[in-house]
């Protein structure tokens, strides 16, 4: 009976490195968002996938954040030459289709970046 | 532009009494929906309630409740009696077109 599960929950890279997180929603639902939340601050909005339809990507922070999301299924959030700004918890969230929907959110990928 | 403003960063208040979670907006658009959110120190977000712009009842939920006023653009928040179990992070909402958190307003309920 599975919610939104996120993979993995921690990770712990170098500076420079590429990460990938993955999010896998709640089966039949269309909607599926990214968040960041950086140590004691709000959700940062990164991007949100809606069905077939192509992605709201104005959240993301720079060309090195970028996210792909196989037809209503699984996604994966992808960090090229990660900073050390870029340490958070990276948040993800499913959702019935239509903006009233209320958002269903994993447990987070906590990413550390020495 | 799109705003959602929790004045309130951190609230201390000794169990049992009300406490009340400010939420203020700001959208061009009509036709809008407003949500709150609860962060538990366990981390995981759990949806608390939603309202869209066309409905000011207020709604009343065990010792939660909520008040929806256009006039002011606002959407707070009470909690009446509070427990220990409720301290935790709340994160008020907005979706138009887009979507946007609020900061959150970290409430800590004294035993």
């Known amino acids: 009976g599975a919610g939104v599960s996120q993979s993995p929950s921690n990770k712990v890279t170098e500076k420079g490195k590429d990460v990938e997180l993955r999010c896998d929603p709640i089966?039949?639902?269309?909607?599926l968002y990214w968040y960041r939340q950086r140590l004691g601050q709000g959700l940062e909005f990164l991007i949100y996938?809606?069905?077939?339809?192509?992605?709201?990507k104005s959240g993301l922070p720079s060309d090195r954040f970028s996210a792909e999301r196989t037809g209503e299924s699984v996604s994966t959030l992808t960090i090229q030459r990660t900073q050390q700004e870029d340490s958070a918890v990276y948040l993800c969230?499913?959702?019935?289709?239509?903006?009233?929907?209320?958002?269903?959110f994993g447990d987070g990928t906590r990413l550390s970046i020495l | 532009a799109q705003k959602v403003t929790q004045a309130q960063t951190e609230i201390s208040v000794v169990e049992k009494e009300d406490v009340t979670l400010d939420c203020v907006y700001e959208t061009r658009d009509t036709t809008y929906y407003l949500f709150w959110y609860k962060q538990p120190p366990s981390g995981e977000l759990v949806f608390l309630i939603r309202r869209n712009s066309f409905d000011e009842q207020n709604e009343i939920s065990g010792r939660y409740s909520w008040n929806f006023q256009k006039s002011t653009s606002s959407f707070n928040f009470t909690i009446t009696a509070s427990q220990v179990v409720d301290s935790a992070v709340y994160f008020c909402?907005?979706?138009?077109?887009?979507?946007?958190f609020g900061k959150g307003t970290r409430l800590h309920i004294l035993p």
């Open positions: 089966s039949g639902h269309t909607a």
């Open positions: 969230a499913s959702s019935l289709g239509g903006s009233h929907q209320p958002q269903h």
């Open positions: 996938f809606q069905g077939n339809s192509a992605p709201d």
């Open positions: 909402a907005l979706r138009d077109d887009k979507i946007i």
